[in-house]
């Protein structure tokens, strides 16, 4: 399955996520995900493991154009010149030409976003970008940063899961023609918390799937993009396997009943460095 973003680049609905995946364990992951169907891969400059993520895309056999490879700007190297800088860095550690999608990672002052912006601008006009976004943005950022982007982002990446569902910022991106992407759409270091979910267990035992793939499906069938992180080669397999099934709209009510906002990263209004 697959979106078309507003500037018409297609992007994988789900992808690969590279978050704590270090070293080997990110180059096994990301070499299992190719070889199983996965198109789709989120890494990040902060994660220290692009190195690892090019090289598992250089030893594979899917060619470069259809593959989208996602990396993020990371907050200290925020600034007009510096971002240029750090996607040249970022290509160079991932042994790419472009990558599909680069991406704020966390808002800064509305001064500094907006200098970044400019730079991811003219990054995308100069092809080191397929597509360009932001991630952890609220609606404020977003509204502050159209006063003087010339190009509209095309993604905003921010923590969505069963507990986080972000209507209002959905609808509001959507509105602005920008794809919400879900990160820790497992709930993260949480994922425990996902498991015991009583709601959700009924859901998979009557589906014949297993939870994950129950939460997974809930944000597909929104139209989010999804991008769980597995180095866990049965998982990574079972994460992709939710495309022979759908939630009735009785189950995805019940799912939308656990919406209680309850974030496990933190708020960008606090992330400032
Ligand atoms: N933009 C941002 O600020 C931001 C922040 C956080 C994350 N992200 C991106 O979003 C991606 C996803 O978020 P995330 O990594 O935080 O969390 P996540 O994908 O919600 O959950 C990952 C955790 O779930 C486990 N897991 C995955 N599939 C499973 C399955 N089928 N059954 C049981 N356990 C399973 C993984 O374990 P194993 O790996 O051990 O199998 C890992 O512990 C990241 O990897 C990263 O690429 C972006």
């Not at 700007?73 to 996607?87: H, I, S």
């Not at 609220?138 to 569902?165: D, S």
């Not at 267990?201 to 069938?221: E, N, S």
Request: charged letters at 25%; glycine letters at 4%; hydrophobic letters at 40%.
């Amino acid at each position: 399955m697959e979106h078309i973003l507003n500037n018409g680049v297609t992007i994988p609905a789900e992808g690969l996520g590279t978050f704590r995946a270090k070293d080997n364990e990110a180059y096994e992951a990301v070499v299992h995900a190719l070889e199983n169907g996965y198109r789709h891969i989120d890494t990040a400059a902060i994660y220290g493991n692009e190195e690892q993520v090019g090289k598992a895309i250089k030893d594979s056999d899917v060619p470069r154009e259809a593959l989208f490879v996602t990396t993020k700007l990371w907050v200290d190297d925020q600034g007009y010149l510096k971002t240029k800088k750090a996607l040249h860095k970022s290509l160079e550690r991932l042994g790419l030409e472009y990558v599909d999608l680069f991406l704020i990672h966390w808002p800064q002052s509305y001064e500094l976003t907006r200098d970044s912006w400019q730079a991811m601008e003219e990054l995308y006009l100069d092809g080191f970008t397929r597509a360009i976004g932001v991630s952890n943005f609220n609606i404020h950022h977003l509204e502050h940063l159209f006063e003087t982007a010339e190009i509209i982002p095309q993604v905003n990446q921010v923590e969505t899961n069963v507990q986080v569902q972000n209507y209002k910022l959905q609808e509001f991106c959507m509105k602005n023609g920008i794809f919400l992407e879900a990160y820790a759409p497992l709930m993260s270091h949480q994922i425990k918390d996902l498991l015991s979910m009583d709601d959700l267990k009924k859901i998979a035992k009557k589906k014949k799937k297993t939870i994950p793939q129950i939460a997974l499906r809930f944000l597909l069938q929104r139209d989010i993009i999804i991008i769980p992180k597995s180095v866990t080669p049965k998982r990574i397999d079972e994460n992709m396997d939710i495309y022979d099934f759908e939630l009735t709209d009785e189950e995805m009510a019940s799912i939308y009943k656990l919406n209680n906002g309850k974030k496990l990263f933190p708020d960008p209004d606090n992330f400032l460095i």
